[in-house]
């Protein structure tokens, strides 16, 4: 096991009081997004370098992602209420993260944000707007 593990986190918003299965279906959503967009980047970069053309990505970050879906693909669900949502929000640049949009076809009105997702990253390099919250129970 690696000293220093990479781990996707992801943050459910506590105060929408999603069922169990809504909440499990939108944390679901929040990781096939970050895969998705793996996808997407690391097939741009690649169409970059066949092209001889400079690209903008950081290849690092893609690496990073990379060992994560060669590992054990550890992931920690946290718990975080609407400030500190927003707070994440604003602290995480959008690059490092996406946000689960509900359509409001069950227990959420349409539109609703459910859960931040962020790219997979080292243990050590977690912010501290993340470490101050507390597993999903």
Known sequence: ???DPTVMYLIVKTSLA???EKTAAQVGHAVGLLVEEHYER???IKACD???LKHNKDTERLEIFDQWMHSDYRKVVLAADDKEFEKIKSEIPESDR???IDNGLTELNPHTETVIGLWPMYKSQVPKVIKR???LK
């Open 50 to 52: 066949t092209l001889q």
């Open 42 to 44: 690391a097939k741009y």
């Open 133 to 135: 919250l507390q597993l």
């Open 18 to 20: 999603m069922s169990m």
């Open 98 to 100: 996406v946000v689960v």
């Open 1 to 3: 096991m690696s000293q």
